[in-house]
């Protein structure tokens, strides 16, 4: 027995070690993306649905949505079900917030993010609380630096999010970074940290494509969307920002290039856009999304 647990933590410690190793090196940014994204988008999207994230709710934040006359769905972050449903009853009167995710969080001491890297037992705790039907974001990112890292936890945290995905009824949109790592990265598998959105029943992939100033180059935001469309379809959901809320250094992205991944969006076949976060909603954001909601 004692050489088995011996035999485990050291393949821990081996995974550990190549994943962020891999995750650090990465191979060449973006380049599996050259194989894909070739075909044209067989239809436009009529409508296109749009959602905003909103990693601290308070009541000053939320306010922002006030100036929101098209329909929106909005994720609000929280440490338990019970924190999030009194942020979540807060905007049951704003006729335009259609759906409203559950975002939970851990403690930092935890690693924040409910990811196979973080606390087992946190994770679980957090899993535990939420409604069988509940949609919710789940946030899939290495903890953050210097605090609640559990690779021990990491095999048993990898089964477990595997299966609560799967029994879970309500959709499960997840968030995922390394964008630059493309679509079904070996690295990010072995890491446990890849979306293979078409094997579970309710998640969609939600794709970190946040940039700043003015974005992206636009034939790559286009040839990762178009990717993204020809392997999930209507589970493939790119995320824009962040929106400037004229608070810290950013990096923030302009209206200008969310107006423009808002129509190359539409013409890769994308039937919904999230963007980070409330608090940035202002005027010209605001006209870039109508723009795009009323080609």
Same mark, same amino acid.
């Given at each position: ?5 011996t ?16 995750l ?11 194989w ?6 067989a239809?436009r999207p009529?409508a296109?649905r749009?959602?905003l ?6 009541p ?6 006030a100036?929101?006359d ?13 924190a999030?449903?009194?942020?979540r009853?807060?905007l049951?009167?704003?006729?335009y ?7 939970p969080?851990l ?6 993010y409910?990811?196979p890297?973080?606390?087992?037992a946190?994770?679980r ?5 939420i ?14 630096w ?8 990491w ?5 477990f ?16 970074s390394?964008?630059?790592?493309g ?8 890491a ?8 579970y029943?309710n998640?969609?992939?939600?794709? @970190?494509m946040?940039?700043? %100033?003015a974005g992206?180059? +636009?034939?790559l #935001?286009?040839r990762? /969307? $178009?990717?993204?469309? !020809?392997?999930y379809g209507?589970?493939?959901v790119?995320?824009?920002?962040s929106?400037? @809320?004229g608070l810290?250094s %950013?990096?923030?992205?302009? +209206?200008?290039? #969310?107006a423009?991944? /808002? $129509?190359?969006?539409? !013409? ?8 980070f976060?409330?608090n ?8 870039a999304?109508?723009? +795009?909601?009323?080609?």
């Open positions: 027995m004692r050489a088995r647990r035999l485990q933590r050291r393949l821990v410690k081996l995974v550990s070690a190549v994943a962020v190793a891999g650090v090196l990465g191979g060449w940014p973006y380049s599996s993306y050259v894909c994204g070739w075909s044209p988008a239809t009529t296109m749009i959602g994230y909103e990693e601290f709710p308070t000053e934040r939320l306010a922002k949505l100036q929101v098209f329909p929106v769905a909005v994720a609000l972050a929280a440490e338990s079900w019970a999030f449903e009194t942020i009853d807060s049951r009167d704003n006729p917030v259609e759906t409203i995710y559950y975002w969080t403690t930092p001491a935890e690693g924040y409910p990811g890297w973080s606390a087992g946190a994770l705790r957090v899993a535990a609380e409604p069988a039907d509940a949609p919710v974001l789940w946030d899939l990112e290495l903890p953050r210097n605090a609640g890292w559990a690779p021990g936890d095999l048993g945290n990898r089964a999010i595997d299966a609560w995905w799967r029994a879970h009824g309500g959709t499960v949109a997840v968030w995922r390394f964008t630059f790592l679509l079904d990265s070996p690295i990010l598998r072995l446990g940290l890849n979306v293979e959105a078409s094997a029943p998640v969609r992939l939600h794709l @970190d946040y940039a700043s %100033g992206w180059p +636009a034939g #935001v286009a990762v /969307l $178009r990717c993204g469309v !020809e392997r209507g589970r493939f790119p995320n824009f920002g929106l400037d @809320d810290g %950013g990096p923030f992205v302009s +209206a200008e290039a #969310v423009r991944d /808002l $129509r190359l969006a539409r !013409e890769a076949g994308v039937s919904e856009v999230w963007l976060g409330v940035g909603l202002n005027a010209e954001y605001l006209a999304v109508r723009a +795009a909601l009323g080609d």
